[in-house]
């Protein structure tokens, strides 16, 4: 997985790589906590919110 400041590369169940755009407005959670995408890290769980294939709207992430 790869974290920048425009996107979020995850990997799904099946093995798949997806990277999803991200935005100033996306509204991350690190552990039910207000966060930024510089808290997030390789390895953790996280689940996208995107509507029409947009940027993120939310990331919700969990510490290892």
Known sequence: AEITTTTLTLREGAG?????PLSAQTIVMLDG??????????????????????PAVRVRAASF
């Open 16 to 20: 798949v790589m997806v990277t999803i």
């Open 33 to 54: 906590s207000p966060a930024t995408v510089s808290n997030l890290r390789r390895r953790m769980t996280a689940t996208t919110l995107r509507v029409d294939g947009g």
